[in-house]
């Protein structure tokens, strides 16, 4: 059963998906990342992620325990491989939500793995999540939107989309294609 990846643009609404995949589909083995982020106030953890601290997370990349790791918003976040290993070699359809520089590192290991690009239905909608209530100085929105632009031109990169105009609705479309992989042509 080969690995699949949930990735795209930051703001797209990837966490909330996977979320529904949690909620709804309890076969479908979901990773558990690490992360050097602070847990946010519900969060539990070992839930979404495990929460490290740098030392932690560094001794973890130099005994090569992580099938990728990238750095976002001034954290690490990472994929351990062990588990992912062991839930392929026994057969379980898997999914990874990961950023776009960690979907590039899966892609170059293991290049049988199918890629999901989530997107939003519309540049508005999009613009809209990622300005939220406004309430943030001009600079860091402005920032925000110009990564987005950047974010969307890595679409052609991936097997298939999947529009997030609803998030259990694009939670049910994406088990579906964890279940029955695009064939990659190659
Ligand atoms: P958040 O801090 O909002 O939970 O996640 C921030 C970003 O990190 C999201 O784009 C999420 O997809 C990404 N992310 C979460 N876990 C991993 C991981 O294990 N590896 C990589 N490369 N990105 C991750």
Not at 23 to 30: C, I, Q, T, Y
Request: glycine share 6%; proline share 7%.
């Amino acid at each position: 059963m080969p690995l699949t990846v949930l990735s795209g643009p930051s703001g797209v609404g990837k966490g909330t998906v996977v979320e529904a995949v949690r909620r709804r589909h309890p076969d479908v083995w979901v990773s558990v990342s690490v992360t050097t982020r602070p847990a946010r106030p519900r969060e539990v953890p070992g839930a979404a992620y495990h929460f490290l601290d740098d030392a932690q997370f560094s001794a973890m990349i130099e005994r090569r325990e992580l099938l990728e790791w990238a750095e976002f918003a001034g954290y690490r976040y990472g994929t351990p491989y062990d588990p992912v290993r062991e839930v392929l070699a026994a057969g379980r359809p898997a999914l990874l939500e990961i950023d776009l520089q960690g979907a590039r590192q899966v892609r170059a290991a293991l290049p049988q793995a199918q890629l999901v690009f989530l997107t939003s239905p519309s540049w508005a909608e999009l613009r809209r999540r990622l300005t939220g209530r406004g309430t943030e100085p001009a600079a860091v929105i402005a920032a925000r939107l110009d990564r987005a632009r950047v974010e969307l031109a890595a679409r052609s990169e991936f097997d298939v989309e999947v529009c997030n105009d609803d998030a259990g609705r694009a939670a049910e479309e994406l088990v579906e294609l964890v279940r029955n992989p695009r064939q990659r042509l190659g």
